[in-house]
């Protein structure tokens, strides 16, 4: 039986690890969050949280890492979310998210690994997302309506020297159709 989560703020809490608990819910708003300064470690994949992606999280969130993978969240990516500058690793995969990827997370200026696999995205990678410097692999596949041309600043090699889309075997590639 699955647990409803109850959010509560602790202030001093740096990382938030609750994977694969059987946790429901929805994610709390930025109300609640912004009571969490410290907090930049969030770990809540392989849950049943549903609903959409916390708008408000973009402004009042400051995490390095943010794993909300393998659970029910849908909707849109949240445009607010290209607020979060300190974000390095941001993982979304196996949920049902929709629609096309916003080009405001191209501010994302720390970014390094992306994870959207396994939703139902559509579109290509919008020519903002060239401004993430520090991207080094992005997962796009199993979004059967993904599409597209990478941004001309990712016209070479990423900075791993390979390519920016990861396979579901794991191989690098700089062609969205690989991946």
Same mark, same amino acid.
């Given at each position: 039986?699955? *647990? +409803?989560?109850h959010w /509560?703020?602790?202030?001093?809490? /740096? ?6 608990? #059987?946790?429901? #819910? ?25 609903? &959409? ?5 973009g402004g009042?969130? /400051? ?13 849109? !990516? ?9 974000? +390095? ?6 949920? *049902? ?6 080009? +405001?997370?191209?501010?994302?200026? &720390?970014?390094? @690994?992306?994870? !959207? ?5 559509? #579109?290509?990678?919008? +020519? ?5 410097? *520090? ?15 990478v941004p ?13 889309? *990861?396979?579901? &075997? ?5 062609? @969205?159709?690989?991946?």
């Amino acid at each position: 039986m699955a *647990q +409803q989560m109850h959010w /509560r703020a602790a202030v001093c809490w /740096r990382r938030l690890n609750m994977v694969y608990l #059987g946790l429901a #819910g929805k994610l709390p708003d930025g109300n609640v969050v912004k009571n969490l300064p410290h907090l930049t470690h969030i770990y809540l994949g392989g849950n049943l949280l549903k609903g &959409s992606l916390p708008a408000s999280w973009g402004g009042t969130l /400051r995490p390095v890492e943010l794993f909300l993978n393998d659970n029910l969240l849908e909707g849109p !990516l949240p445009p607010q979310w290209g607020a979060m500058k300190t974000l +390095q690793v941001l993982s979304l995969p196996y949920n *049902q998210l929709t629609g096309a990827l916003p080009p +405001q997370w191209g501010n994302m200026a &720390s970014l390094q @690994i992306l994870k !959207l696999n396994d939703n139902k995205l559509r #579109g290509g990678v919008p +020519q903002a997302w060239g401004n993430l410097k *520090q991207i080094s692999t992005i997962t796009v596949f199993n979004n059967p309506k993904m599409e597209g041309c990478v941004p001309e600043a990712w016209s070479g090699k990423s900075r791993n020297g390979v390519g920016y889309f *990861q396979a579901p &075997s794991g191989t690098l590639s700089d062609n @969205i159709k690989d991946a």
